[in-house]
């Protein structure tokens, strides 16, 4: 090889080298910058109201929600933990995992009714949705706490001290409270299923319009939209 052909060799493989590095950097600073600014997300901590249960996932409130929000200029990620069945304890000790690998800006909580439902003692499932908050909070996530009421079959007692847990609770902890999420639909026998439990497909937007008018103020659009964007750089 001549000693000129030799140094082209050189000068190319110095090129390559270089260019090689410029690809690396470029990705790593591009995903450094998505890693930075996150789209906001929306942690759902249900038990079956909010899995769909008896439906197809896309007719439950929370697939409609999905589409309200892009409707409306809000691009937010919607992450929807719930499981049919679940029970304060057991969101409570999923909830830990949740907030580390989600990071949510808001987390609403629909727990307790199968607590109800099974005659927990108020006050355990009290603490149980408390400790909820307090970790979501402590994660830096605005909480909306769904409230929720049990059939009058379990005592006038009991079934107004559950009722008034989650106002309660609201007031202790500084939250925002849905009242009650099935409010116009529970005694509605043709919007629940056969179980008398659940709400039919027909019902779910209702139970969206039910939580919106709560969860809405603490969207940001702002940041949602700018979020939603590639961020674009100069030299």
Known sequence: ???TSYWRLQHFRVCVVILVGLVIYAGSTHSSLYAADPQPKILILGDSLSAAYGLEQHQG?????RQRLIDQGYAYTVINAAISGETTQGG??????LLKEHQPEIVLIELGGNDGLRGQPIPNTKANLAQMIELAQASGAQVVLGGMM???NYGPRYTQMFSQMYPDLGEEHNVAVIPF??????DQPN????????PTAQ??????????PVLMPLLNKDRSQALSTPLIHAA
Do not use: Y
């Open 61 to 65: 409130w929370v697939s409609l929600l």
């Open 92 to 97: 409570l000790t999923r909830l830990p995992q």
């Open 150 to 152: 049990i059939p009058p």
């Open 191 to 198: 919007l629940m299923q056969a179980d008398q439990i659940h």
């Open 203 to 212: 019902a779910q937007p209702m139970l969206l319009d039910n939580i919106w």
């Open 181 to 186: 999420i099935l409010q116009g639909i529970a």
């Open 1 to 3: 090889m001549s000693k």
